[in-house]
T-cell receptor, first 113, second 109 residues
Framework: DAEITQSPRHKITETGRQVTLACHQTWNHNNMFWYRQDLGHGLRLIHYSYGVQDTNKGEVSDGYSVSRSNTEDLPLTLESAASSQTSVYFC????????????FGEGSRLTVL | KNEVEQSPQNLTAQEGEFITINCSYSVGISALHWLQQHPGGGIVSLFMLSSGKKKHGRLIATINIQEKHSSLHITASHPRDSAVYICAVRANSNYQLIWGAGTKLIIKP
């Protein structure tokens, strides 16, 4: 069965370190998204991609970067982790074309100390 | 004012009750999503609507494009339905998803 997976599921790091969260989908979706979820804010879009070599900034992109070298993967990198980036991160794919359904990964809980 | 408003923010009901969660939006859209998130859990897509009505098991979603309003109904509610229900719309202007703040539903046995 097709799926979308995130890793790691839990990560504790220190301020200033570089962190990469992986997202891998086997739906063959062109569209992929990274969100963060914090209490009182709901889901906020960090970056998104509509296809290979395409990346776009979302509403809260500062301090984050993504790359899309193939259809399946959209890794999210925190160049220099800050305590404000402690959050739960969700990757999603789909949302356009076909059924238009969105598929979410199980989330990655990041703590920056 | 948020472009996507959900009501109520919180809802507590007894098992078996008929549940309605509402979503109103102010932009032109091409589609509307309803999603479910269990406490501490992942996010699951329930429905994607562009018109009319869809049904899946005890869940029914309707949308009125003219009134810019959608509802999610749960029939014969059960404690396992307890979750946050989120509405999101795909704006015509840039195809981005605009998210509602979610409705926290608690079903008591």
């Amino acid at each position: 069965d097709a799926e979308i997976t995130q890793s790691p599921r839990h990560k504790i790091t220190e301020t200033g370190r570089q962190v990469t969260l992986a997202c891998h989908q086997t739906w063959n979706h062109n569209n992929m998204f990274w969100y963060r979820q914090d209490l009182g804010h709901g889901l906020r879009l960090i970056h998104y991609s509509y296809g290979v070599q395409d990346t776009n900034k979302g509403e809260v992109s500062d301090g984050y970067s993504v790359s899309r070298s193939n259809t399946e993967d959209l890794p999210l990198t925190l160049e220099s982790a800050a305590s404000s980036q402690t959050s739960v991160y969700f990757c999603a794919s789909g949302g356009q074309g076909g059924t238009g359904e969105l598929f979410f990964g199980e989330g990655s809980r990041l703590t920056v100390l | 004012k948020n472009e996507v408003e959900q009501s109520p923010q919180n809802l507590t009901a007894q098992e078996g009750e008929f549940i309605t969660i509402n979503c109103s939006y102010s932009v032109g859209i091409s589609a509307l999503h309803w999603l479910q998130q269990h406490p501490g859990g992942g996010i699951v897509s329930l429905f994607m609507l562009s018109s009319g009505k869809k049904k899946h098991g005890r869940l029914i979603a309707t949308i009125n494009i003219q009134e810019k309003h959608s509802s999610l109904h749960i029939t014969a509610s059960h404690p396992r339905d307890s979750a946050v229900y989120i509405c999101a719309v795909r704006a015509n202007s840039n195809y981005q998803l605009i998210w509602g703040a979610g409705t926290k539903l608690i079903i008591k046995p």
